[in-house]
């Protein structure tokens, strides 16, 4: 067995043991410590683990997590989602399938000072549901549109998983915000036409409610403009260069905690939770982080992304449609992983596979240009 098929069996048990419902975290960091110590043997894998998974979670940087993860709990608390969907429902929730789609724009909102998608599903779900129900939506249209409408969560900046992305892959986290909003806004856009054609396709599924008055839709975005504004001094900040992603986030949160606060939402107890729940998720994405670490390093070694470039670049296969085959592979395996743990799984070999490929066509096409 050549050194190449030995690392695609181990990728291939790795999978196995995420379909036999192993942990991603421990999954990655077993197969990636016995892939490692047997390419490199033992001792250089126990100096891997003396430095690697402390080099990986002790940056300045991962500090942005605990932050926005705090200000996604102190925005749940302060019941922002709720605010955020009783006003789009003003706006629009008496034209067909209104409801539906301010469930969509209520997601999208409340992931603005959010960042994941599991809150952003969760505290819509309890706020939105009950209220299509009662209104007649059919449970498909209902739970689907808040299933679809969740996802916007890790899209809309701040997003947790662009975050851990960005320290992964070593990118800027303010450049990869900016590149995300706009595909959010049309993401957003495009769920919302997607349930007005159906709602009009199908009317006995969103039944129309009447109309609020137009003095309640306006004293409904009282509730909306502490968000718009925290919104837009964090990431208009952070788009600026006024501060770091790690300072707009500590200034978020800050600022989430005091609407909470003042608010009379937020009690000690209520605290004491939103930090505990925040330890414990940091703690979790942390685990994945040292076990990616370790799986990088067994990538690293076994040579499995440069065989890959190496393919593609000869294949004559252009980026875009590397693109595309990536999105297929996250289109299947994310029926099956949770999307944090799919990015930190399958970020390395791809990254770096689009990398080389892009470098060498520079390569090739400069040494055209000089001949």
Not at 179 to 185: E, F, M, N, V
């Amino acid at each position: 067995m050549t050194d190449i098929e030995f690392d695609g069996l181990l990728f291939g048990v790795c999978l196995m043991l995420i379909a036999l419902r192993m942990p991603v975290a421990i999954a990655m960091f077993a197969v990636g410590s016995f892939g490692f110590a047997s390419l490199a043997g033992w001792p250089a894998f126990l100096s891997l683990l003396n430095t690697g998974p402390f080099g990986r979670t002790s940056g300045y940087t991962l500090s942005v997590l605990p932050l926005f993860l705090l200000m996604g709990q102190f925005a749940v608390r302060a019941g922002l989602g709720r605010s955020l969907f009783k006003a789009a429902r003003a706006w629009v929730g008496h034209r067909r399938g209104g409801l539906a789609i301010s469930t969509v724009c209520g997601c999208a909102a409340f992931g603005s000072v959010c960042g994941s998608s599991v809150a952003t599903a969760a505290t819509m779900a309890s706020v939105a549901l009950p209220e299509m129900r009662r209104c007649g939506y059919s449970g498909g249209l209902a739970t689907g549109s808040l299933a679809a409408a969740g996802t916007l969560g890790i899209l809309i900046p701040p997003s947790l998983v662009l975050v851990i992305y960005a320290i992964i892959s070593e990118q800027s986290i303010g450049k990869l915000f900016a590149a995300a909003l706009i595909p959010g806004i049309i993401a957003t856009l495009g769920y919302a036409a997607a349930v007005g054609v159906y709602a009009r396709l199908y009317p006995e599924s969103a039944p129309v409610v009447p109309a609020v008055p137009y003095r309640e839709r306006v004293r409904s975005l009282r509730p909306v403009v502490p968000v718009a504004a925290i919104f837009l001094f964090v990431i208009g900040g952070i788009y600026l260069g006024t501060f770091t992603p790690t300072e707009g986030a500590a200034i978020g949160t800050a600022t989430t905690f005091l609407l909470a606060y003042v608010s009379g939402r937020l009690d000690w107890a209520g605290f004491v939770l939103s930090v505990l729940e925040t330890a414990q998720a940091t703690a979790t994405i942390f685990l994945i982080l040292i076990g990616a670490e370790i799986f990088s390093g067994f990538l690293a070694l076994s040579q499995i992304p440069a065989e890959l470039a190496e393919a593609f670049a000869e294949s004559g296969l252009s980026p875009m449609s590397i693109l595309i085959g990536i999105m297929l592979v996250y289109l299947i395996l994310g029926c099956v992983m949770d999307s944090l743990a799919l990015r930190c799984r399958f970020s390395f070999p791809w990254s770096r596979v689009l990398n080389s490929v892009s470098r060498r066509r520079r390569s090739v096409a400069g040494s055209g240009s000089r001949l």
